[in-house]
């Protein structure tokens, strides 16, 4: 199977397309916890409590009102290999946590991954939407009707006075995490990004790395979401990620004005090492394959790099990860290995576009 056949099945459907300045804000997701009402949470539950969880969720997949969704395809952990339960963390469909739960976790994947259900992860059901750009509302409103649909089949654990009830306390009230995945290297290079990461903790917001909680910011991408679930509407949340998230953009473009009027040499310098070093490198490893497709996607944003798509960092951020390479190669890489075959798919995924550099 050739590259271009391999991406055209493998990515999903936020990695493949644009959306609304996606130059900066790569995905947004929208994450639901929800619980059924007459069953303990799972880190209490017992075998049968998992069993009739999946279930329940499976028969309420089937009713009509679901099913108008689209089509999804429920499948337990313990029904795939852990590099296929690693490939959907790489693709930032399921969490860690539910690939490590394989007695009793299960996903629900809808055809083009937009929207999925993790059965059983920390919650009984987390609903998620990932869409390209900048779309909160939009994937708010798709995981909210899906939510809804969902409900009349499965009872939440609800409260008159607190919401919607979940394991981990700080989830309490509307359950719902909204997050936007941001590309942020003029703030990081002009030296600004630590003010105004500070200044974003200040107003009720978090930022962490690409994989969401305990991952650390590689390739100058943050994930900026929301902490508190509890004393606000669902659409004050994501109304004040919003505002956040459009003022980061300002300070983002006009860091990298500033950077191009004070530096331009330096700049295409940094450019184009970094696509030189892409498309010439016999081994990559993939913290440096972060970076360095951060400054490529920097150089195209700038105009610097012509011809290549615009979503190859989306793209080759997950393609390059570890578990996505054995499946490409579909063969288990040593570390080292991985290095080699990583440079190779980059050459040959660069090969695939038609490049200019100013």
Request: glycine share 6%.
């Amino acid at each position: 199977m050739s590259l271009s056949d391999f991406l055209q099945r493998a990515m999903s459907k936020w990695m493949r397309d644009g959306g609304p300045n996606d130059d900066i804000a790569l995905t947004s997701r929208i994450r639901i916890a929800r619980n059924i009402t007459d069953v303990p949470f799972p880190m209490l539950q017992t075998d049968s409590h998992a069993d009739a969880v999946i279930d329940r969720v499976r028969r309420a997949l089937a009713s009509p009102d679901v099913r108008r969704f689209g089509n999804f395809e429920l499948v337990r952990c313990s029904e795939l290999s852990a590099l296929d339960r690693q490939v959907l963390v790489e693709k930032h469909l399921i969490s860690k946590d539910l690939a490590d739960e394989v007695k009793h976790g299960a996903v629900a994947l809808r055809d083009d991954e937009v929207v999925n259900l993790m059965i059983n992860e920390e919650d009984h059901i987390r609903i998620q939407c990932i869409m390209p750009g900048l779309r909160l509302e939009e994937a708010w409103q798709l995981a909210n009707e899906l939510d809804d649909a969902l409900e009349k089949h499965i009872p939440y654990a609800f409260h008159d006075r607190y919401g919607y009830l979940t394991a981990c306390p700080t989830n309490v009230g509307t359950g719902i995490r909204a997050s936007v995945m941001m590309h942020l290297p003029g703030l990081v290079l002009s030296g600004q990004i630590n003010r105004m990461l500070s200044a974003v903790s200040q107003v009720g917001l978090t930022v962490r790395g690409m994989y969401g909680e305990g991952s650390e910011s590689a390739g100058n991408l943050f994930q900026v979401s929301n902490q508190v679930t509890l004393g606000e509407t669902e659409e004050e949340i994501i109304g004040n990620l919003s505002s956040i998230v459009n003022q980061l953009m300002d300070h983002e473009r006009a860091a990298r004005r500033m950077l191009l009027q004070e530096n331009r040499e330096g700049l295409e310098d940094r450019v184009c090492r970094s696509f030189g070093i892409l498309a010439y490198a016999r081994k990559m490893d993939s913290k440096e394959t972060l970076q360095r497709l951060s400054d490529v996607r920097l150089g195209i944003d700038l105009g610097i790099i012509k011809g290549v798509s615009a979503g190859i960092l989306k793209e080759l951020m997950v393609m390059t990860q570890p578990a996505f390479l054995q499946k490409y190669y579909n063969q288990e890489l040593s570390p080292a290995t991985r290095d080699s075959r990583r440079a190779t798919l980059i050459r040959e995924r660069l090969r695939l576009d038609d490049t200019e550099v100013q």
